[in-house]
């Protein structure tokens, strides 16, 4: 449940650079990445730039209200979680996702972001955990990814791969290889996308091939499907 209250600070009377629009502010299970399973406070906002055909948010494509900063980090607080992710949409999209950001890190906030990679991530702050999807053929979207971005990363940070098909999957792989992602990131993460690959065949590659990968399975749509704000 959204209990943001609008009333708190009227957006007119808030410096524009103190604001971003957002979808939904919510509290749920982490469904994936190293945090998978961890009460988790969500902050998703709102636009995105790509069309990726696995997408399960396309609802935050658009819409979404305007929020100030204090009436976001108050929401923070009150849910209670020491784990806030970041997430959209493409929440490197809106620039003032950064403010935001470097105030929950200074609040001791555990802060990751979760991103297509196809937006320069030079600029986030370096106590936060980036976990950046690069975009296999499969979605749709392979020639948006900003390769330039991989150097960027550190131990602490992870890269996705959603797996369509067998396709996808040889493509992921070597990358994988190629780029040495798994000495580049703390951890090269491998989903099956939910109704396209089945989990079985995708853990079975991998074992096969002996790949520095973990597998996971996205717990939010195995219990929740793809419902808003879950």
């Not at 996705?160 to 090269?188: E, G, H, M, P």
């Not at 993460?189 to 002996?210: P, Y």
Request: hydrophobic share 35%; net charge negative.
């Amino acid at each position: 449940m959204n209990k943001l209250n609008d009333s708190i600070i009227p957006s007119t009377q808030v410096d524009s650079s103190q604001q971003l629009k957002i979808t939904e502010v919510f509290y749920s299970l982490q469904g994936e990445a190293l945090t998978a399973g961890l009460p988790t406070t969500f902050i998703r906002l709102t636009g995105c730039p790509l069309r990726c055909g696995y997408c399960d948010t396309e609802y935050a494509f658009r819409g979404g209200t305007v929020h100030t900063f204090s009436q976001l980090l108050q929401q923070v607080e009150d849910y209670g979680s020491n784990y806030v992710c970041i997430t959209g949409g493409e929440p490197l999209a809106q620039q003032n996702v950064h403010g935001l950001i470097k105030l929950l890190c200074d609040k001791g906030y555990f802060v990751s972001i979760e991103t297509s990679g196809a937006i320069d991530v030079g600029r986030l702050d370096d106590r936060i955990s980036i976990v950046m999807d690069l975009k296999t053929p499969g979605s749709g979207e392979v020639s948006r990814n900003l390769y330039s971005n991989i150097p960027l990363l550190s131990d602490k940070d992870q890269i996705k791969f959603v797996i369509c098909d067998r396709t996808d999957y040889i493509w992921a792989r070597t990358q994988v290889a190629d780029r040495n992602l798994s000495q580049q990131v703390n951890t090269v993460l491998f989903s099956a996308s939910v109704g396209e690959l089945g989990f079985r065949d995708l853990a079975d590659w991998i074992l096969e091939d002996r790949l520095p990968v973990r597998f996971q399975m996205q717990l939010h749509k195995l219990i929740w499907n793809d419902e808003p704000g879950r």
